[in-house]
């Protein structure tokens, strides 16, 4: 998840850090001596792995653990291994946000590739739908970027045209170890052209995408 405007880490921090404890004290009130901050704890820093890196969600595991260790400590056995549990989901929601991180600059560094590229080229879906088109192949569908993105791109190949063959080779890019894949198509309204396409599987924050670059004419 990419935010436009960052959060403020300590306010949030200080947030879910209140929040952790006015939960475990109405829980407390309600069932005398039973405890829920050790997940409380868990859960919040699962959420912060969503919005921060995971130098800061390393830095709030220590609040979490110590705070849950001082909620159970009246009232809870072992509280030194209640609130080491939460230091240890602490570092797996660090490398969790580390993952993240990873992924979404790739996403950025892959979308500044495809904003420079020559040729022609669309990004899509595994159910075939189309995410992105660059500006060259938006002439091949022959329809403006807004009629085209989130629509079908098998509905723009002409049926009589090896339409079936491409869709085949198209999905089973999506499962092919042995990338990058060669292929024919024929858009509908350009008839007259047949066009040599490849297939790469390139890896989103959102997910799985085929990339299919066109021959240039």
Aim: aromatic share 14%; with cysteine; proline share 5%.
């Amino acid at each position: 998840m990419i935010l436009k405007k960052p959060l403020p880490y300590f306010l949030v921090l200080a947030i879910s850090l209140s929040a952790v404890w006015l939960i475990d004290q109405g829980v407390t009130w309600l069932a005398k001596d039973f405890t829920l901050s050790p997940p409380f704890s868990i859960m919040a820093l699962g959420l912060l792995a969503f919005f921060f890196s995971w130098r800061q969600v390393l830095l709030a595991a220590p609040c979490f653990a110590f705070l849950s260790y001082f909620l159970v400590l009246e009232t809870a056995r072992f509280p030194v291994v209640r609130s080491a549990s939460v230091g240890i989901a602490g570092a797996l929601a660090a490398w969790a946000a580390a993952q993240r991180g990873r992924i979404i600059n790739h996403s950025m560094e892959v979308d500044t590739i495809l904003r420079t590229l020559p040729v022609p080229w669309i990004l899509s879906d595994e159910s075939g739908n189309i995410t992105r088109i660059s500006d060259k192949a938006l002439h091949l569908v022959s329809s403006p970027a807004e009629n085209v993105v989130g629509v079908s791109y098998f509905s723009f190949l002409s049926p009589a045209e090896g339409k079936g063959e491409f869709i085949r080779r198209y999905l089973d890019a999506f499962n092919s170890a042995s990338l990058p894949i060669e292929t024919k198509v024929v858009f509908a309204a350009s008839q007259d052209t047949r066009r040599t396409v490849t297939f790469f599987s390139l890896d989103f924050a959102e997910g799985k995408r085929l990339l299919t670059f066109f021959e240039a004419s």
